[in-house]
Structure formats: C-alpha cells, structure tokens
C-alpha cells in the first residue's frame, strides 16, 4: 500500500490519546459548535472532518469519557438514540443503499481518536468504491462539510 504524506492532519490528531477532555479534539468540537449537527446535555452528533462519504457522522457522549464500559447507562441510551436519529437524518438527506455504523475501540482496532468514545454513522451506495478508492486508495468526497452539515440540519427528526 502506497502511503500518502498528511501531515496537514497532525493538527488534528495531535492530543488524540490524551485522556483528559482539556486536550480532546472532540471535546474542542463539540464546544466549538462549528460541526455540531445535533446535541443535547448528553450526547452530540458531529461531522468527521476527514469523512468516507459524504453524510459520515460521528455520535458521542458529551461528557469525555475513553472506554466504552464507562458510558453511563443513561448515555447509552442517548447514544443509540442519537445513532437512530442519525440514520433517519442521512436516509432523508442522502437516499443511501446502505449504512455503516460501528466504533472502533483502540488504536490497533482502527481508532484515529481513541481517547473519546464515538460512533461512526455513515451512509453508501452501490459502487460507492470508485476507481480513486481501489486503485490509488483515495477518496474524492462530491460535498464540502458545510454542505452536509447544512443537509443533515435541515433533514435531523423534530
């Protein structure tokens, strides 16, 4: 596999392991508001800024919290919810063939930011692996995230 410099991402993933919601680049989202597509005193859906498709969401306790086994029972709850919620959202605003939907618990399993448990929540298509994924293993995303931030908004259940 061909690897491809990123080091415009280090920003991002800088802090990433940190425990401490001080230093948690989710937690920095969620109080910043600008990719903040639904949230409440628990739970917020937010968008990936380095997403598979257009419509990749990421739901997650509000509250900084690394292990799964430490999600409070009530925030269980709000996460599923907001998982649900999500799918219906991205079923409106996108007429998706099929969903992903899953968490990736520590580095090694694919965790980019293991230290703030999260949800992935993304919709796909048929054929959605395009001659840019198989053959030089990039994605070429046909929306900026304004513009799915604006549709997932506009399309979140009342």
Same mark, same amino acid.
């Given at each position: 596999? $061909?690897?491809? &410099?990123?080091? &415009?991402?280090? $920003?991002?993933? =800088?802090?990433?392991?940190?425990?401490?919601?001080?230093?948690?680049?989710?937690?920095?989202?969620? $109080?910043?508001?600008? @990719?903040v597509? &639904?949230?409440?005193?628990?739970?917020?859906?937010?968008?990936?800024?380095?997403? @598979? =498709? +257009?419509?990749?969401?990421?739901?997650?306790?509000?509250r900084?919290?690394?292990d799964?086994?430490?999600?409070?029972?009530?925030?269980?709850?709000?996460?599923?919810?907001?998982?649900?919620? +999500?799918?219906?959202?991205?079923?409106a605003? @996108? !007429?998706?063939?099929?969903?992903?939907?899953?968490?990736?618990?520590?580095?090694?399993?694919?965790?980019?930011?293991?230290?703030?448990?999260?949800?992935?929540?993304?919709?796909?298509?048929?054929?959605?692996?395009?001659?840019?994924? !198989?053959?030089?293993? =990039?994605?070429?995303?046909?929306? !900026?995230?304004?513009? =799915?931030?604006?549709?997932?908004?506009?399309?979140?259940?009342?």
């Amino acid at each position: 596999m $061909e690897r491809l &410099w990123a080091g &415009w991402r280090n $920003e991002y993933v =800088t802090g990433a392991d940190v425990h401490d919601d001080a230093a948690c680049v989710l937690c920095r989202v969620i $109080e910043d508001g600008t @990719y903040v597509v &639904w949230r409440d005193d628990l739970v917020a859906v937010i968008l990936n800024a380095f997403p @598979y =498709t +257009s419509g990749h969401v990421m739901v997650l306790p509000v509250r900084h919290v690394g292990d799964v086994e430490d999600v409070g029972r009530e925030e269980v709850g709000a996460v599923w919810a907001a998982v649900a919620n +999500s799918v219906r959202a991205l079923k409106a605003g @996108y !007429s998706p063939d099929g969903l992903n939907m899953g968490a990736n618990l520590g580095r090694v399993a694919g965790a980019g930011i293991p230290g703030h448990f999260h949800v992935h929540v993304l919709p796909r298509w048929n054929g959605d692996t395009n001659f840019m994924t !198989s053959v030089a293993e =990039t994605r070429v995303m046909p929306e !900026s995230l304004d513009a =799915t931030l604006e549709n997932l908004k506009k399309n979140w259940p009342k």
